[in-house]
């Protein structure tokens, strides 16, 4: 059995913003898992990779922002803000030096 890798960054939203829910009992009273592509459920107490939510297919990022979702992150271990940008490397994101949030 693999083990689970800690998650080094969490977007700044939680995941009931992206519909990402419990796939366990379905609850929203969720927060992102110390582990990676994992969620944890306060209702159920467990880590549990969740429903995928808007990460379930073609993200509308433009749309998804004018709704005011952020794909922005945190980098767990300094507190930075790694903030989503689109160019051409594609998706990436790019650290905000002196912002913490």
Request: charged residues 25%; glycine residues 10%.
């Amino acid at each position: 059995m693999e083990m689970a890798k800690k998650r080094e960054t969490c977007f700044i939203q939680q995941p009931a913003v992206y519909e990402v829910f419990c796939d366990l009992c379905g609850s929203v009273n969720t927060t992102w898992s110390e582990y990676e592509h994992m969620i944890w459920c306060f209702e159920c107490e467990k880590d549990t990779p969740g429903t995928s939510g808007i990460f379930g297919g073609p993200i509308p990022i433009q749309v998804s922002k004018m709704l005011g979702i952020s794909f922005d992150k945190i980098e767990i271990a300094t507190g930075d803000i790694l903030r989503m940008k689109t160019g051409e490397k594609g998706i990436y994101w790019e650290k905000e030096i002196g912002e913490h949030p």
